[in-house]
């Protein structure tokens, strides 16, 4: 992608589109006009990296089929008006210089004035209110960044509604920090961020590295100018698999535990001890497969898909032993799954919930999906409940764009 590039603008006939076509009579219905253009925002799995993000190390994510949907009319109301198509949701209308948004409630329309709002601050002011109808297919709560897809949907929505131009760049930089408004930092959470840079600085000072200015494992091998298999040998070699007390940190790095509790975040300022070695084992582990899978991917080997099925499952393992991010729930799914079919299975989203993510032949999809079914859905009636909307298949999605009716 060109740094420039723009959403791309698509023209479609909305009578030959069931899902347009719904979605612009229930706008018709609810604001007694159609809707000047749609917008698209998919949401997002990620197929191998977990926590290396925020560590300095990148990570391979796909887009969804499943999207957040809106049919949107610029209006000279200076007003936002919200539906959404499941009457979960409730409307809402706001003033667009009085935007409030309540980080101690976090309702769906305070994910959309995120967006709108990053726009706004970019440019100072914009002055177009909008008419705003939402369809979202993406499972919320799963893992899947239903709301970072509604952030991103309503960025582009107010970028279009207000005539400016931004490059998909710009747009996924703002939408990145215009998230926080709600609470939401962007990159995992925040305890995995403060055990990570500990364990960087304890491996820095024991290589000779200057640890203060190392926050992210990363950070670290690019300062020592060495492999991925060598910070990995340098794990083995410097860090030890039990748990370093507070004490032993500060002694590693010569210093107070006064100075050690100002290098730690205000949520692990109480933590007493930190699992150094398995947390910087899977990061450059990780970090290692996120690489040998790109490889595969590009080589396309005659077994690729057992190869890339292999990582995956490396992957999860690595993040239920070294990294501690999974649960019996999400490790008896990935069971399942591999037993119903799948070459490769790990867990995915942030992780202590989340979702499974598996990769599955497509002659044995149907299979497959009846098989995890069967053994994990329908031997629970509470997951038999949510099994509908949980238990999907979805082939690479394309990225955010606007739509226009011919």
């Known amino acids: 992608m060109e740094d420039g590039a723009t959403p791309p603008q698509q023209f479609l006939q909305v009578s030959e589109n069931e899902r347009f076509r719904k979605l612009k009579d229930a706008f018709i219905s609810k604001y007694g006009m159609p809707p000047a253009f749609y917008a698209r925002a998919p949401g997002r799995v990620n197929l191998i990296g977990e926590h290396i993000d925020y560590s300095g190390y990148a990570v391979l994510p796909m887009a969804l089929e499943q999207d957040i949907l809106a049919a949107v009319t610029p209006t000279q109301t200076s007003i936002i008006q919200l539906a959404n198509t499941n009457p979960v949701y409730l409307d809402y209308s706001v003033q667009i210089n009085k935007i409030h948004i309540d980080t101690t409630k976090p309702l769906w329309q305070y994910y959309f004035l995120c967006g709108f709002k990053g726009i706004q601050e970019h440019f100072n002011s914009v002055s177009s209110g909008i008419n705003c109808l939402v369809d979202g297919t993406i499972p919320a709560s799963s893992g899947l960044s239903s709301s970072s897809a509604l952030v991103c949907c309503a ?84 860090l030890h698999p039990e748990p370093y007390s507070r004490e032993e940190v500060c002694q590693c790095l010569g210093i107070s535990q006064k100075e050690l509790c100002n290098i730690l ?142």
């Not at 920090?177 to 500990?198: H, K, N, P, V």
């Not at 239920?320 to 079919?341: A, F, H, I, N, T």
């Not at 949510?386 to 990225?399: C, E, M, R, Y």
């Open 155 to 238: 960025g582009l929505i107010t970028v279009i509604a207000n005539g400016k131009v931004l490059s998909k760049i710009e747009l996924a930089e703002i939408c990145a920090r215009c998230e926080r408004y709600i609470g939401t930092e962007g990159g995992g959470m925040d305890q995995s961020i403060s055990f990570l840079a500990e364990k960087g600085m304890v491996l820095a000072k024991a290589k000779g590295h200057e640890w203060q200015k190392s926050l992210r494992l990363g950070d670290l091998q690019q300062g020592l100018g060495v492999d991925l298999e060598t910070m990995l040998s340098t794990v083995e070699q410097v």
């Open 265 to 406: 975040t205000q949520n692990t300022q109480d933590v007493p001890s930190f699992k150094l070695y398995q947390r910087a084992k899977h990061v450059y582990s990780e970090a290692r497969r996120v690489v040998e899978f790109k490889r595969v991917c590009d080589e396309t080997p005659a077994n690729a898909l057992q190869l890339l099925g292999d990582l995956m499952n490396q992957s999860h393992l690595s993040c239920r032993d070294m990294y501690e991010c999974s649960c019996p729930e999400l490790d008896q799914l990935v069971d399942v799954c591999l037993q119903s079919g799948a070459v490769g299975s790990r867990l995915t989203g942030a992780g202590w919930g989340g979702c499974t993510v598996s990769m599955v032949p497509t002659n044995k999809l149907d299979s497959f999906l009846a098989k995890v079914q069967e053994i994990y859905y329908k031997a629970d009636g509470q997951r038999a409940a949510k099994q509908t909307q949980s238990l999907f298949a979805t082939q690479p999605g394309g990225g955010a764009a606007i739509y226009r009716e011919v």
